[in-house]
């Protein structure tokens, strides 16, 4: 496969034509963005509006230029993002909505509805077949289904178990209804005793009450568990582990398979940005916003999901680690600095999995912004 395009603007500006607001516009038809919308067509612009608490998700304002590009175009935008499998502010429609609305994500900011694709309490869910490995059939938000075209805007940070999140897990995660979501999830984390203290942390966050605190210890009932990894998330001690060696492959290949599903039939017709700035330890799931372990880098385009998260990987282990971060190792140039967040993570797992089910191509070409 030939490379990809992968368009590039750095976060440098000395001129009003650079300002954030002017790439954005640059980037989206430079890298084509415009040919993947259809005159009249629904266009769903996918992203993640953050949980309460949370502070690193793209900046409506950065959204509204997207949605004025697709509009140009001829499109009719909708931000759109799906309920969460977890308990949090954005479990239902409504809830998830307003937070939306608190982030900055409302008409007069963005210039475009809000809509949730998978409806009131994901149950609007579509079957999408895809004869994969892990599914012959996928669950996907029934309005991202729906969608003609769909541009998808993902600010590209580290995640507890795929590593990193960017294009492709905004896509397979993202895109799956609630249920979808579920059948990704399915690692299950055990409390390792002699690091616990019985903080109970993690029974405040877990969605079906499968953790208990039993002699100051937590115990996790792996019959209830669905496999969220909240507890996971907040646990201050690290505690509370998975099987890496058996568990994490095939939850990142389920995420691949559901990102091949979210764009079935529209794959010529979906387009991708990457934000790498503010880029933390922690999804934007998490209701805080950790120091970036990173500086920021800037904005990246593309038609590949694949091509951009590699080139997105890599731009973030070209860079020095900032001191003081949750960076345990691997500060210097070149190094994995997934691993040094997450020893156990083969983040690059998405790239290699992505292209050998034909998601996209791992071989890029980086454009620099002119």
């Given at each position: 496969?030939?490379?990809?395009?992968?368009?590039?603007?750095?976060?440098?500006?000395?001129?009003?034509?650079?300002?954030?607001?002017?790439?954005?516009?640059?980037?989206?038809?430079?890298?084509?963005?415009?040919?993947?919308?259809?005159?009249?067509?629904?266009?769903?612009?996918?992203?993640?509006?953050?949980?309460?608490?949370?502070?690193?998700?793209?900046?409506?304002?950065?959204?509204?230029?997207?949605?004025?590009?697709?509009?140009a175009h001829g499109g009719k935008p909708f931000v759109t993002d799906s309920n969460t499998l977890y308990l949090?502010?954005?479990?239902?429609?409504?809830?998830?909505?307003?937070?939306?609305?608190?982030?900055?994500?409302?008409?007069?900011?963005?210039?475009?509805?809000?809509?949730?694709?998978?409806?009131?309490?994901?149950?609007?869910?579509?079957?999408?077949?895809?004869?994969?490995?892990?599914?012959?059939?996928?669950?996907?938000?029934?309005?991202?289904?729906?969608?003609?075209?769909?541009?998808?805007?993902?600010?590209?940070?580290?995640?507890?178990?795929?590593?990193?999140?960017?294009?492709?897990?905004?896509?397979?995660?993202?895109?799956?209804?609630?249920?979808?979501?579920?059948?990704?999830?399915?690692?299950?984390?055990?409390?390792?005793?002699?690091?616990?203290?019985?903080?109970?942390?993690?029974?405040?966050?877990?969605?079906?009450?499968?953790?208990?605190?039993?002699?100051?210890?937590?115990?996790?009932?792996?019959?209830?568990?669905?496999?969220?990894?909240?507890?996971?998330?907040?646990?201050?001690?690290?505690?509370?582990?998975?099987?890496?060696?058996?568990?994490?492959?095939?939850?990142?290949?389920?995420?691949?398979?559901?990102?091949?599903?979210?764009?079935?039939?529209?794959?010529?017709?979906?387009?991708?940005?990457?934000?790498?700035?503010?880029?933390?330890?922690?999804?934007?799931?998490?209701?805080?916003?950790?120091?970036?372990?990173?500086?920021?880098?800037?904005?990246?385009?593309?038609?590949?999901?694949?091509?951009?998260?590699?080139?997105?990987?890599?731009?973030?282990?070209?860079?020095?680690?900032?001191?003081?971060?949750?960076?345990?190792?691997?500060?210097?140039?070149?190094?994995?600095?997934?691993?040094?967040?997450?020893?156990?993570?083969?983040?690059?797992?998405?790239?290699?999995?992505?292209?050998?089910?034909?998601?996209?191509?791992?071989?890029?070409?980086?454009?620099?912004?002119?």
């Amino acid at each position: 496969m030939s490379k990809q395009k992968v368009y590039f603007a750095n976060t440098r500006a000395r001129d009003p034509r650079d300002n954030t607001v002017s790439k954005i516009n640059r980037l989206f038809e430079s890298a084509g963005l415009g040919e993947t919308i259809r005159k009249d067509g629904l266009t769903a612009i996918k992203l993640h509006f953050g949980e309460l608490g949370n502070d690193s998700y793209i900046n409506p304002v950065f959204v509204r230029q997207v949605v004025d590009k697709v509009r140009a175009h001829g499109g009719k935008p909708f931000v759109t993002d799906s309920n969460t499998l977890y308990l949090g502010s954005r479990k239902n429609a409504v809830d998830h909505i307003e937070t939306a609305v608190l982030h900055g994500f409302d008409y007069s900011v963005v210039g475009a509805p809000v809509i949730i694709a998978d409806g009131l309490s994901g149950g609007n869910t579509k079957t999408v077949a895809i004869h994969k490995k892990h599914f012959e059939n996928v669950l996907i938000s029934g309005d991202i289904v729906a969608a003609e075209s769909m541009i998808v805007l993902s600010h590209f940070k580290g995640h507890e178990v795929a590593g990193f999140g960017g294009a492709i897990k905004n896509l397979g995660m993202g895109c799956a209804s609630t249920a979808g979501k579920q059948a990704q999830h399915g690692a299950r984390p055990i409390t390792i005793d002699e690091a616990c203290t019985g903080c109970g942390k993690c029974v405040h966050v877990c969605p079906e009450t499968a953790i208990t605190v039993r002699n100051e210890k937590s115990l996790i009932e792996r019959s209830k568990c669905i496999g969220c990894f909240e507890c996971m998330t907040i646990c201050p001690e690290r505690a509370i582990d998975i099987d890496w060696e058996t568990e994490t492959p095939p939850f990142i290949e389920r995420i691949v398979e559901y990102a091949v599903g979210a764009v079935q039939g529209k794959e010529s017709r979906t387009g991708y940005m990457n934000f790498l700035t503010h880029i933390t330890p922690d999804c934007d799931c998490v209701p805080w916003s950790d120091a970036p372990v990173v500086p920021d880098i800037g904005i990246l385009a593309s038609r590949d999901p694949v091509a951009i998260d590699a080139a997105s990987f890599d731009l973030v282990n070209g860079q020095l680690g900032n001191p003081g971060s949750m960076l345990l190792c691997n500060y210097h140039k070149g190094a994995d600095k997934f691993k040094g967040l997450r020893e156990n993570t083969d983040a690059y797992r998405q790239i290699r999995y992505g292209v050998e089910i034909g998601l996209g191509s791992s071989e890029y070409e980086l454009v620099p912004l002119e």
